[in-house]
């Protein structure tokens, strides 16, 4: 029975990855060697999206901002009871990279000031925003000057979308932040 229930689910998981047509998927600590591992299967790919090197580029960096941003700034203690995910797909138009890990919710009431801002700016505004983020943070912790901002600004950037979040509460003070950036395809 055990067999038929594994061969079950593992067959549903298969499903559905290929139905949302997710390229990788990963679920776990995200440490230096699994960015590390993740970036070179991406770089050393044979541009199996047959898509511009320059569409390529944006994945890669927003991959990395993605894996960084988990791996720097996590920060619920539990987290050996809490794994990150991070899928990489394409839809119809446009590739999307998620990621998705514990938050304190007060950070995640930061997040949201932060990701709803960054929406509502035009480009060249968040232009702006990123040189300012980039000056204040020389020379300072990066943590202390909201690090995670400059690579959510990056992100928003490069991808040339609007970013996409949910918080999922998960229990008391920790929500689950899911974060969708979509790389348009031409």
């Given at each position: 029975?055990?067999?038929?229930?594994a061969t079950n689910y593992l067959f549903d998981i298969y499903q559905t990855l290929s139905r949302?047509?997710?390229?990788?998927?990963?679920?776990?600590?995200?440490?230096?060697?699994?960015?590390?591992?993740?970036?070179?299967?991406?770089?050393?790919?044979?541009?199996?999206?047959?898509?511009?090197?320059?569409?390529?580029?944006?994945?890669?960096?927003?991959?990395?901002?993605?894996?960084?941003?988990?791996?720097?700034?996590?920060?619920?203690?539990?987290?050996?009871?809490?794994?990150?995910?991070?899928?990489?797909?394409?839809?119809?138009?446009?590739?999307?990279?998620?990621?998705?890990?514990?938050?304190?919710?007060?950070?995640?009431?930061?997040?949201?000031?932060?990701?709803?801002?960054?929406?509502?700016?035009?480009?060249?505004?968040?232009?702006?925003?990123?040189?300012?983020?980039?000056?204040?943070?020389?020379?300072?912790?990066?943590?202390?000057?909201?690090?995670?901002?400059?690579?959510?600004?990056?992100?928003?950037?490069?991808?040339?979308?609007?970013?996409?979040?949910?918080?999922?509460?998960?229990?008391?003070?920790?929500?689950?932040?899911?974060?969708?950036?979509?790389?348009?395809?031409?």
């Open positions: 029975m055990v067999l038929e229930q949302e047509k997710i390229l990788l998927s990963y679920l776990g600590e995200i440490t230096p060697d699994l960015t590390n591992s993740v970036l070179k299967s991406v770089k050393n790919e044979q541009n199996p999206y047959n898509e511009k090197l320059n569409v390529k580029k944006k994945i890669y960096n927003i991959i990395v901002e993605s894996l960084e941003n988990i791996y720097k700034h996590a920060e619920v203690k539990e987290k050996e009871n809490r794994p990150s995910i991070f899928l990489f797909g394409s839809h119809a138009q446009h590739y999307y990279i998620i990621s998705g890990n514990y938050v304190y919710t007060q950070t995640g009431e930061k997040l949201k000031r932060t990701i709803d801002e960054l929406n509502s700016l035009d480009r060249d505004n968040m232009r702006k925003k990123y040189r300012t983020a980039l000056l204040q943070s020389s020379g300072e912790d990066m943590r202390e000057t909201n690090g995670a901002g400059i690579g959510l600004i990056d992100m928003a950037l490069k991808s040339e979308n609007k970013l996409e979040y949910q918080f999922r509460d998960a229990s008391a003070g920790i929500s689950f932040f899911t974060l969708i950036v979509k790389v348009n395809m031409n």
